[in-house]
């Protein structure tokens, strides 16, 4: 409903706001990124026809954050990494079906070039959905 409309109003700004957020780490509970997580699925669900123009940037920002997740070396307890790149993984999904398949293309890269195994299990996981 409205929720919708106002969302696609402000998607540039909202999109800053995502991007600056999903670069930095804000502690060991992560709660920061974990809600931004939560706000671009939102997002994606809401303004579904703007974002396949959106996608490069949106992916390229998941995937940092996918990997910086990864190799981590600080005091984020095993439970919040592997939350945080479910989430991260769940909106990729949803981009991936809000571009028809486009992610699933753009990923077939990175999972070849990737050596981490919880990033290719997350791009695994795009990649098989339906």
Not at 23 to 36: F, K, N, Q
Not at 68 to 86: C, F, I, N, R, S
Request: proline content about 5%; hydrophobic content about 40%; overall charge neutral.
């Amino acid at each position: 409903g409205r929720f919708g409309i106002r969302i696609v109003r402000h998607l540039r700004r909202l999109e800053r706001v995502i991007l600056g957020y999903l670069e930095v780490c804000d502690g060991p509970e992560e709660e920061a990124r974990l809600g931004i997580l939560e706000t671009l699925q939102c997002t994606i669900e809401h303004a579904w026809p703007r974002m396949p123009c959106r996608l490069p940037v949106l992916l390229k920002a998941l995937l940092k954050m996918m990997w910086d997740v990864h190799t981590d070396q600080g005091p984020t307890p095993e439970t919040v990494k592997l939350a945080l790149l479910q989430r991260a993984t769940e909106c990729l999904i949803l981009l991936d079906r809000c571009s028809e398949g486009q992610v699933k293309v753009l990923l077939e890269g990175v999972y070849s070039s990737c050596e981490e195994n919880r990033v290719r299990e997350c791009i695994r996981k795009v990649q098989e959905t339906t």
